[in-house]
């Protein structure tokens, strides 16, 4: 049974050395309160939304400091992230974290332990150029950036960590969360509104400050298997989204989400109205070639493939000695088995060039040498290490190999059938179902040797992963069709934007926290505490979908079993009173010019069940009313008019009035409220014409009483 955690204040500390651009509206001596997990006695049942979950919100106008409030915690956590990798030698593909200076701020969240209810008080700190985390009694501080001696005293009884090793830092996991950031808006993480933090960069082992660079930048690359404790998403190149990648990428992390949910008994609603229906395979353009051709005289793919098929077939060149490291026959190499040879040769180049874990092998891992020979003198011990290297993918049960595995599960079962099986025949196939791939797939497999099966796959590896571990290799794309509640099939991409927009959210979320939870290498930071943060979350949705977005998020994470192995702390910051009705107010932040407004005492009502237009009300400080502007400026000039003694005012007359309130007024109060006006204005008119009229007839008659006058 996994623990439950939730981030529960932010302490930003007084003191006349803060980084003002990180400041902004946030307030020097400000305690900004999350929930009340962190209290002796809680406010909330600790499964209260679902054991292992906790959710927290902050609310506030625009322009209130809560993207700065956020702003801050991800300088925090990449702060921390240049300390934990500071010590440890970099891969070329890796981030090189640069440390924003003169941050004066506490970051505390808690542990709550599941079967007695004890609480474990954590705080992440980070004061000037020391970085320094507490877990209960254990607490610890890093070798402070620039060597300055102004904290000693705060920090004097932790533990020194200094010349990390990556055994080392395994050790710590237990000590940490990691954070996954969702914002799609497009003002944020614009990178010229970082530039003025200053950035400290590590050149030749000493940090040298730089203006002009931003350390945002750094926060979106990838491949460093999950070291750096944030990731943001979606991914930004210096500011910019690549909607189209993006999408491609969500068609991945979707499929095996889809799947799931298809072969689920009940509840097979993927999403709010739809279900899985199709899912169709096609052999991709070749742009896996064409990356590898490149690097050879080739001249077209044919050609580069000739080249390749040679090599596999001489054991004398690199890709013949990866093929037959994993066990294929490399005399079988042409056709489609040829093409899987290619990837599984390109991967593993790929693997041992970007991780960390695979350092000692980095010179093998060259895209360039997928057709090269190996030289005589070398040759017994490259192909030593291609041995150790293959073993040692093989034995790796994270992320990081899961596309080996799909190829390997393929070339095994093509290894026990002819070209002219039915399985040859459905690859070669202009498109092949998931269905059918799966099922003749799946008969095959049995008749793989036991053994083979415990080295090719991951046998302890959990429902999405096993689901994950079986797809097609990626030499095939995927087209996805869902059916809606009334059985039509609607095609993945065509889905409405708020549609999509919540596929995008929910699928790189699951997609990162599988990631996370395949991770267990003694030699890597295992996070088992996972700290979500969606920004904007109701962007593009409808009303309904916000109103299910809470209630879907906790469905997610529960139905796909991830809670039995993660903890996880939500932190929603919305402007949508249908999502914030699913959080009890002691779960709120609430901002208002940069401070924390104290909810029990400003904020009456709680939003948790309440009636949308109260929350409207309080809990996003609309003090003049639920009506637009423009409405309730016409509203207020026909009133003012009505009011008035004049025939005319403002552009304003009794029929154009009287057109306005039965033709354009859709509140029904306000409606019969006007009519009321109207028909006072009506009649005072009348009565003052009546009188104007009397008045006349006097002057006229001279006072005289004229019978039939």
């Known amino acids: ?31 900004y309160q999350f929930n009340g997990y962190g209290d002796e006695c809680g406010s909330l049942e600790r499964d209260f939304f679902a054991a292992g979950v906790t959710i927290s919100a902050i609310v506030g106008k625009n322009g209130s400091g809560k993207s700065s409030l956020l702003d801050l915690t991800y300088r925090m956590f990449n702060n921390l992230g240049y300390c934990l990798k500071r010590s440890l030698k970099h891969k070329p593909t890796e981030p090189h974290l640069g440390f924003v200076p003169d941050l004066y701020a506490d970051l505390d969240f808690v542990v709550i332990d599941p079967k007695t209810d004890v609480k474990t008080y954590c705080c992440i700190h980070n004061y000037g150029d020391t970085v320094a985390f507490e877990y209960g009694k254990e607490k610890f501080k890093f070798h402070r950036i620039r060597g300055k001696a102004d904290n000693e005293d705060e920090f004097a009884g932790y533990e020194p960590l200094e010349s990390l090793t990556r055994k080392e830092l395994g050790k710590l996991s237990h000590c940490l969360f990691y954070t996954i950031v969702i914002n799609y808006s497009m003002q944020a993480f614009l990178p010229d509104e970082y530039t003025s933090d200053g950035t400290l960069w590590l050149q030749d082992n000493e940090p040298i400050l730089a203006m002009k660079s931003t350390w945002i930048d750094e926060m979106f690359h990838k491949n460093d298997g999950y070291m750096t404790p944030i990731v943001l998403n979606p991914y930004r190149n210096h500011g910019t989204i690549d909607m189209g990648n993006i999408d491609e990428l969500i068609d991945t992390y979707a499929l095996s989400l889809l799947i799931f949910y298809k072969n689920r008994k009940r509840q097979k609603e993927f999403m709010p109205g739809y279900t899985t229906g199709r899912i169709e395979f096609s052999r991709n353009d070749g742009k896996l070639i064409d990356k590898c051709r490149q690097f050879t005289g080739a001249a077209d793919r044919q050609q580069f493939m000739n080249l390749f098929c040679d090599a596999v077939k001489d054991p004398m060149h690199y890709a013949s000695q990866i093929v037959r490291a994993y066990g294929f026959d490399t005399d079988r190499a042409n056709g489609m088995t040829a093409e899987l040879y290619l990837y599984l040769v390109y991967k593993t180049f790929a693997i041992a060039a970007k ?3 695979y350092e000692v092998y980095s010179e093998i891992g060259r895209v360039r040498n997928c057709v090269k020979p190996i030289g005589d003198a070398d040759f017994e011990k490259v192909c030593s290490s291609i041995r150790d290297l293959v073993k040692l993918i093989l034995s790796d049960p994270s992320h990081i190999t899961f596309k080996i595995r799909q190829t390997c599960y393929l070339l095994c079962c093509l290894e026990l059938v002819n070209r002219n099986s039915h399985l040859g025949k459905m690859l070669q196939c202009e498109r092949f179902t998931i269905d059918d791939y799966v099922l003749l797939t799946s008969v095959i497999w049995k008749q793989v040797s036991q053994e083979r099966q415990s080295v090719m796959m991951n046998g302890k590896a959990q429902y999405l992963e096993r689901i994950i571990q079986t797809l097609p290799p990626p030499l095939f794309n995927a087209n996805i069709v869902l059916k809606n509640k009334n059985g039509v099939e609607v095609d993945f991409h065509h889905l409405s934007s708020g549609e999509r927009q919540f596929m995008h959210t929910l699928c790189t979320m699951v997609y990162h926290i ?3 939870r395949t991770i267990k290498s003694t030699t890597r930071l295992r996070y088992r505490k996972i700290n979500i943060v969606l920004d904007e979350a109701e962007l593009c949705f409808h009303p309904e979908m916000q109103r299910r977005f809470v209630d879907a998020l906790i469905k997610y994470l529960s139905v796909t079993g991830l809670t039995w192995y993660c903890a996880f702390h939500i932190l929603i910051v919305t402007h949508s009173p249908f999502i914030l009705s699913d959080i009890p107010q002691c779960n709120i932040l609430y901002l208002e010019e940069g ?23 309080q809990s996003f400080f609309l003090d003049r009313g639920f009506v637009g502007e423009f409405a309730k400026k016409k509203i207020e000039g026909i009133v003012s008019y009505l009011k008035s003694d004049k025939l005319v005012k403002d552009g304003w007359n009794m029929d154009k009035a ?25 009649n005072e008119a009348m009565r003052k014409i009546d009188e104007d009229s009397e008045k006349e007839l006097s002057a006229v008659t001279g006072g005289l009483n004229i019978p039939g006058l």
């Open 595 to 617: 401070r924390q407004i104290n909810g029990e005492n400003a904020i009456t009502v709680n939003p948790f069940g309440a009636n949308v237009n109260d929350v409207l009300a």
């Open 1 to 31: 049974m996994i623990a439950n955690f939730a981030l529960t204040r932010l302490v930003i500390r007084k003191d006349d050395r803060w980084n003002r651009n990180v400041l902004r509206i946030l307030k020097q001596g400000e305690q």
């Open 658 to 682: 009287e057109r306005f309130i039965h033709r354009i007024i859709g509140e029904p109060i306000i409606r019969k409220m006007l009519e009321d006006m109207l028909l006072a204005a009506i």
């Open 355 to 357: 991780y960390a874990d």
């Open 514 to 516: 599988n990631n996370i």
